[in-house]
Nanobody, 117 residues
Framework: QVKLVESGGGLVQAGGSLRLSCAASGSTVSARAMGWHRQAPGKQREWVSHISSGGSTAYARSVTGRFTISRDNAKNTVYLQMNSLKPEDTAVYYC???????????WGQGTQVTVSS
């Protein structure tokens, strides 16, 4: 069983930055991929970004060029650096881990990000 704990959310003005962290109780080295997702009020959860075990990254079009995902396997932690934040980035952000391919196996409890205009 892997437990994921997100942190780093908060209230920020438009144009500002936040860095989210996702600490895993288990090893992230063995994870095939680690991801970030978000859910805005009244909307479905959407994928934001993920990073593979080999370090390959992918981003949703809405955050490309503004968000950067990274991982520190020594600390079993994944980060999401969010720059040039917009009010539409307001959501609960969730971390996820995939250990066997296919669907995400584990999810964190989420951290709230609020961007004021």
């Amino acid at each position: 069983q892997v437990k994921l704990v997100e942190s780093g959310g908060g209230l920020v003005q438009a144009g500002g930055s936040l860095r989210l962290s996702c600490a895993a109780s288990g090893s992230t080295v063995s994870a095939r991929a680690m991801g970030w997702h978000r859910q805005a009020p009244g909307k479905q959860r959407e994928w934001v970004s993920h990073i593979s075990s080999g370090g390959s990254t992918a981003y949703a079009r809405s955050v490309t060029g503004r968000f950067t995902i990274s991982r520190d396997n020594a600390k079993n932690t994944v980060y999401l650096q969010m720059n040039s934040l917009k009010p539409e980035d307001t959501a609960v952000y969730y971390c996820s881990a995939d250990y066997d391919g296919g669907a995400w196996d584990y999810w964190g409890q989420g951290t709230q990000v609020t961007v004021s205009s």
